[in-house]
Each structure stands twice: as structure tokens, then as C-alpha cells.
């Protein structure tokens, strides 16, 4: 099953250039294999859509691959971030346009949510292969932020030119700072005596949120209650 779902995946990849991820891109690519149309259909319940998925999350875990066999020891932790969304970005290097045509399927208001779960599951894949182990709040402010980073430099990307897309790293290194800044004077803020009080309502906001798997139950992406 899984050598059939690779299969139809690397055959559509030639359609989506011209039909996108669309039922023309789905047929091609199940004639193109061979594969029978019922089991195609089992595999891929929901065709082109369940194709992009696919795409997106062989992405993921190619990234992921990379990034934990790399030697990154040396790196600062900001930098080795910036390491992931690299390797994220470089894994589809070859088929950019599939990832244009996804970004415009997953834009669709009946596809948002599931490209903005996608999103989430890159960001996390990253801090997880870091290693990352925070709790309560901060699990889910490291992701969203990421989130935003990543689906801008994705952005980005996408209409980088630039020779070995060297303007796309440099706006992932300003995105990165920027993001660094904030944890700066977040850290500045709660060293204040007095803007810590002023914060002390939100901050124990925040700290009502657990980590998956921690027994609070949230409706955020990636938590999984409990019960």
C-alpha cells in the first residue's frame, strides 16, 4: 500500500505543473501507474487533496530526516531554527510549482483549516526534532510563531529568483531576528517589577495552557486531550 501511495504521489507531480491539484492531475496520475481506480481511491479517499497532504508531509519528514542526522552542535539555537525551515524549503526545491499550486489550494476557504493544520505540523516537526521540550504555554506560542515564519518565507520563496534563493535565507534570518527581539523584551518585561504585575493576569492566562499530552484539554492545533 505504501509503495502504491508513493507511486501515484511521484506521478502526479508532472500533472500538477498544469492542472494543479486537481481530479485531471489524480486520473493522469492513477493511468500513469497503473494502479487500479479503486485502489487509488482507497488510498487517496479524498484524490487531489489527499495528494497535496501527502506532498506536504513527505516534505515534513525528509526535513526531519536531514535535520536530526545534521551535526548542528556548534549552531546557535536561532540558527539551527532557521537550519529547519531551510531544509524544509530545500526538500521541495524540485517541485516548486507543486508547492505554488498547493499554497493556492490550501488559500481556499473549504481547504484553509486543513493547510493551516499543515502549517502547524511543520512548525512542529521542527521543534520537535530540536528537541524542543517546553510545557504549558510556551509549547504553543514556539509553534505559532514558527507557523508564521515558516508560511512567510514560504511565501517568499516562492517568488524568490535569486541565485540558490540566497534573498529567501536572508528574509528567514530577518524573520528569525525579529522574532528574537520580541522574546527579548518579553524576558525584559518580566524582569520589570512593575510590568511583571501589570502582566501577572495575562501571564497566568497563559499558563493555564499545558503541552499535549499534559491533561488539559484545548481545541489548539497538535493537542490531544486527555480523556
Known amino acids: 500500500m505504501d509503495d502504491a501511495k508513493t507511486k501515484i504521489l511521484d506521478a502526479s507531480l508532472p500533472h500538477v505543473t498544469f492542472d494543479g491539484?486537481?481530479?485531471?492531475?489524480f486520473d493522469a496520475?492513477?493511468?500513469d501507474t497503473g494502479i487500479s481506480a479503486a485502489q487509488a481511491q482507497a488510498i487517496y479517499p479524498r484524490g487531489a487533496v489527499d495528494l497535496a497532504v501527502a506532498f506536504h508531509k513527505r516534505g515534513d519528514a525528509q526535513m526531519v530526516e536531514r535535520l536530526t542526522s545534521a551535526s548542528l552542535l556548534?549552531?546557535?539555537?536561532?540558527?539551527?531554527?532557521a537550519a529547519g525551515v531551510r531544509y524544509r524549503l530545500e526538500a521541495v526545491a524540485g517541485d516548486k510549482d507543486a508547492v505554488r499550486r498547493g499554497t493556492s489550494l490550501f488559500a481556499l476557504p473549504t481547504h484553509a483549516a486543513e493547510?493551516?493544520?499543515?502549517?502547524?505540523?511543520?512548525?512542529d516537526a521542527i521543534w520537535t526534532a530540536l528537541g524542543d521540550d517546553s510545557q504549558d504555554h510556551n509549547w504553543y506560542t514556539k509553534r505559532a510563531t514558527l507557523s508564521a515564519v515558516y508560511g512567510a518565507t514560504v511565501l517568499f520563496w516562492l517568488g524568490d529568483d535569486s541565485e540558490d534563493h540566497a534573498a529567501t535565507w536572508a528574509?528567514?534570518?530577518?524573520r528569525i531576528d525579529n522574532v528574537m527581539q520580541v522574546e527579548k523584551v518579553k524576558?525584559?518585561?518580566?524582569?520589570n517589577p512593575l510590568a511583571s504585575k501589570l502582566m501577572a493576569g495575562p501571564n497566568w492566562l497563559l499558563s493555564q495552557l499545558k503541552a499535549p499530552g499534559s491533561g488539559f484539554s484545548s481545541d489548539l492545533p497538535g493537542h490531544t486531550n486527555s480523556k
Open 187 to 191: 524576558a525584559q518585561v518580566n524582569a
Open 115 to 123: 493547510g493551516a493544520k499543515l502549517i502547524w505540523g511543520t512548525a
Open 74 to 81: 556548534s549552531m546557535r539555537f536561532r540558527d539551527r531554527i
Open 171 to 174: 528574509f528567514l534570518d530577518r
Open 21 to 25: 491539484w486537481s481530479k485531471e492531475t
Open 29 to 31: 496520475a492513477v493511468r
